[in-house]
């Protein structure tokens, strides 16, 4: 039982202190410290996104691990004294209570470490080739090994929580721990808004979803992905107020593009949404500039996942030339998303993150309302998964079946602070 707690605690630490590294490279000395959550968040997306590339680059395992806790290490000592670090009783209160709910998870990820469907067929191979300190052939799927060409950033967090060699139980608490970031940061978010009761009701409301506890424990990399888009959402609507503001939200997709191949996506809305306001006058072009070689620690990964199909979308040329089939795929496609939000196809319930993301939708359709939080990250995300279920030539119901309960978890905890910060506004 030591091992996942003593993983989960270094994991926490390590990402913690590059996020300071990260903070104190990014923003002006007299700026506001950052709520702990979001440099863990921040850390962490840093980290999933550097580790792969400086594998790649031809770094043996040991001593891309060395390098990182080494920067940790940096940032700890950087900040340890500086008072940054010392939350208040009312924050720890409330910390304490979010993770209340998710224990249950967190004890039936360490006590039954089983491995089925996606953990078995994706994650896990990847976490055990990165032990192994080698990289596949990323051209070639074995029965053993489906998306041989998936990122692995979640594989090298998993690796860096224990370097001593990770267990399936360690790689479900690893995949569990975002779920509890991700609704601290929606406190600490709404609590630098000025809504701090308001805020611990969403991030409560977040954490009490059968499906944040279901998906919490099974070693799958959702939670990270709900975390890097609330963080990539925060770093947007932070642009303009705070220095590290822009620079977060290029972390977070980074991030997301090494943990899951729809983060593409959402590295595509910060870098259009820089560029847009470069346009505008809001962003010096300089500065854009800088941000924008970030991405430049994912050109590893792209050549060596080079030949692989860049997307999922390969039925969608044929079907373009044949409008009747394309429109009768849709309506299936729309149908079987209908299903699965009232049957839930993953735990036998309805999907409730699919309502909440449902209900949210609703919140942020009046316009005048303020935008305390910019939801472009998530909202990006609903088009495409439409997209994606009717140009991909699998079985529409088996790919909605598998896949929405587990999207709509990675876009509720954004959306559902964007409209319960619109309403605690307009109460105000």
């Known amino acids: 039982m030591w091992e996942p707690g003593l993983a989960l605690l ?3 630490t390590t990402a913690i202190g590059i996020g300071l590294v990260v903070r104190a490279a990014l923003a ?3 700026a506001a410290p950052l709520p702990i959550s979001l440099l863990a968040l921040a850390g962490a997306c840093t980290a999933a996104a550097l ?3 400086l594998f790649l680059l031809g770094l043996p395992r040991p001593a891309v691990l060395g390098a990182t806790y080494a920067l940790a290490a940096v940032g700890w000592w950087r900040w340890a004294r500086s008072g940054l670090l010392r939350p208040d009783r009312r924050t720890l209160a409330a910390t304490a209570l979010l993770l209340l709910p998710l224990l249950g998870p967190l004890l039936a990820a ?3 470490p089983t491995l089925a469907e996606d953990a078995a067929l994706v ?5 055990a080739e990165v032990a192994a300190g080698r990289w596949p052939e990323l051209h070639v799927a074995t029965t053993v090994h489906t998306n041989p060409g998936y990122p692995r950033g979640m594989a090298w967090l998993t690796n860096l929580a224990c370097p001593w060699g990770p267990t399936p139980a360690v790689m479900h608490v690893v995949a569990w721990a975002p779920a509890w970031l991700v ?3 929606m406190l600490a978010f709404a609590r630098q808004r000025g809504a701090y009761g308001g805020g611990l009701l969403l991030a409560l409301t977040f954490v009490v979803l059968p499906d944040a506890a279901y998906y919490a424990s099974l070693g799958l990399a959702d939670g990270a992905m709900a975390g890097a888009i609330l963080l990539a959402a925060i770093g947007l609507s932070w642009r303009h107020e705070r220095p590290c503001g822009l620079a977060l939200a290029v972390l977070a997709g980074i991030g997301a593009c090494s943990l899951k191949e729809e983060g593409k996506l959402v590295l595509a809305v910060v870098a259009g949404t820089a560029l847009l306001d470069c346009c505008r006058g809001r962003l010096p072009w300089r500065r854009l500039l800088l941000l924008g070689s970030a991405p430049v620690v994912l050109v590893p990964f792209w050549l060596a996942s080079r030949g692989e199909r860049a997307t999922r979308l390969e039925a969608l040329p044929t079907l373009l030339q044949e409008p009747d089939i394309l429109l009768t795929r849709t309506v299936a496609s729309v149908e079987q998303m209908g299903k699965a939000l009232v049957s839930g196809p993953s735990y036998d ?10 209900v949210s939708l609703v919140l942020l359709v009046p316009r005048p309302w303020p935008r305390p939080l910019a939801p472009w990250p998530a909202l990006v995300f609903l088009p495409v998964v439409v997209l994606v279920y009717v140009g991909t030539g699998v079985d529409v119901r088996w790919h909605v079946g598998s896949t929405f309960d587990r999207l709509m978890l990675q876009l509720a905890p954004t959306l559902w602070l964007a409209a319960g ?8």
């Open 51 to 53: 580790l792969p590339a």
């Open 110 to 112: 360490v006590a039954l």
């Open 349 to 358: 319930g309805p999907s409730f993150a699919g309502f909440l993301v449902l």
């Open 28 to 30: 002006a000395p007299e």
């Open 10 to 12: 270094l994991l926490l």
């Open 183 to 185: 609704a601290v940061a």
């Open 421 to 428: 910060l619109r309403l605690v506004a307009v109460r105000k």
């Open 123 to 127: 994650w896990w191979p990847k976490v």
